[in-house]
């Protein structure tokens, strides 16, 4: 699931496609319905990070609610240093210079 998407997108080409086959929602779906789980977490917020180097593809997350998913997962997992790592890359590629996301990622926390 999330480990295998956050694969696919690191690749440029794949970026998109992920995105445009419903990966976005698939992987925040996947990471509300598991929140207990600590890997799945980390492996989303890679994925999620991966996703976000692509300008278009970081709206869709906003849009999908990925921030305050992104925000939970890192309050749930703090003694976890994979998801906190991978949460806190997650915002900071979602927010890349993008005032707009910027604002989005203040006002969620």
Known sequence: ???????????TNNKTAVAASGGV?????SMKAHMGHKD?????????????SNADNRTAIVAAGGIPVVLA??????????VQEYGCCALCFIG??????????????
């Open 96 to 109: 890349w210079s993008d005032t707009t996301l910027q604002k989005s990622i203040k006002d969620e926390g």
């Open 40 to 52: 799945l977490q980390a492996h989303g917020c890679k994925a999620l990070v991966n996703l976000a």
């Open 25 to 29: 929602s698939v992987v925040l779906a």
């Open 1 to 11: 699931g999330c480990w295998a998407l956050a694969n696919l997108a690191a690749n």
């Open 73 to 82: 997962v890192m309050t749930a997992h703090t003694g976890y240093a994979r």
